[in-house]
């Protein structure tokens, strides 16, 4: 474990986390600006949201995609990526055998690659899954009990170490629960060997692994109310009476046609709601097509925004092509990045506009050539401050459509001077200075970036932030 700043850190700040962010910070600029007039300028510019991410973000949530590093290179599916969705599922690069095939050796290439690229474009991550009886290297079962624990607990403090900070919410413990009618466990290494206390000894210790992190529970066939999800929500309410630290439950939602989308799935989502966590839909995808696949899509969007602690919704790939059950054709893009007819409805149920469906991200579409929409917003905070000085922090949110490139300006009083800046590439004129994008220029609609900049000759007044201008 290396101890270095985050991508996103100020000066002195950081936790433990991933050594190859420091490269985006290395080079930090440093100017010399002196300030006397200050002005103030507007800041925002709304828009109709024509993107799952982008009309999600205006209902206060998030719309996620599972993504694989190996399609990254693809370039309609990287574009796809941007353009419509700001969270990111890694599909399998953060389980069990792909981060620690062996034991205590650790391998974060592949999701590393995944989480970069999430944050190149502001979106945010769910980490999937900590604690699964599938997936799991060969080493892991073998093991004795006492064995098991401390490699489960050390899987769990690694893994979450390494993401620390990086990760909105982790899927602890996944798929514990036995489908069927008998509510009983599952039978696991974890289950067999540890018994059911595994489950909330993973949850403390991924809690004191990254304090920040949202712990869900995450399982299949809870989405509406069943034998299962009764004793899911039972594990959840005894948690909640006794402190066992869990934040969210998440409900995976695979329906086809044997399994469709049940019609108390607002209900079930609601009643987990109401014991103190948060629910989301971290795995969606209806098999189908036309209408009636679009009808589905519809039905789950606007079950969650009925519940106001459902936080957001991933669906389990981008372009039917990709899907683990490719041939049901469940997902809301066709193998050619075509929005389907259940886009469309997801889109709506969002309370965004659709757009042309043949013709993504073409001309005059958000994100294609000549997108007139490009918008964002800049917001200030001090980071820290201390006698003499402060770190400023400047929020760049893309507004409904994706953006390509920003840029901020940032006015000081005198005889305040800015040392040095990073994650922005800084002019100055006078009193002036203008922070545009570098490596961070592109985001998804509804996204975020930061950069900040270090002060010193005064804490007061606080900086100007100027418009934020997009392109
Ligand atoms: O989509 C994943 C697929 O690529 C893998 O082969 C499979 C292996 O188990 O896991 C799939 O994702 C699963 C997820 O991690 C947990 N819930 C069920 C998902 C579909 O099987």
Redesign the pocket.
Known sequence: MRMIRKRSGTRGGGGPARGRLRAALGGATTVLLTATALAALPQTTAHAADTLGAAAAEKGRYFGA?VAANHLGEAQYAATLDREFNSITP??EM?WDAVEPNRGSFSFGRADQIVDHAQGKGMKVRG??LVWH??LPGWVSGLGATDLRSAMNNHITQVMTHYKGEIHSWDVV??AFQDGGSGARRSSPFQDKLGDGFIEEAFRTARAADPNAKLCYND?NTDGVNAKSNAVYTMVRDFKSRGVPIDCVGF?S?FNPNSPVPSDYRANLQRFADLGVDVQIT?LDIEGSGQAQATNYGNVVRACLAVTRCTGITV?GIPDKYS?RSSGTPLLFDDNYNKKPAYDAALSALGGTPGDPGDPGGPGDPGGPGDPTAACTATYSTAEQWSGGYNGKVMITAGSSPITGWSVDVTLASPQQVVSVWNGSPTSNGNVMTVRSTWNGSLAAGASTSFGFTVNGGTTPPPQVGACTAS
């Open positions: 599972a599909e399998n389980k999937h899954t599938s997936q996944n798929e299949y995976q695979h795995e389990w683990w």
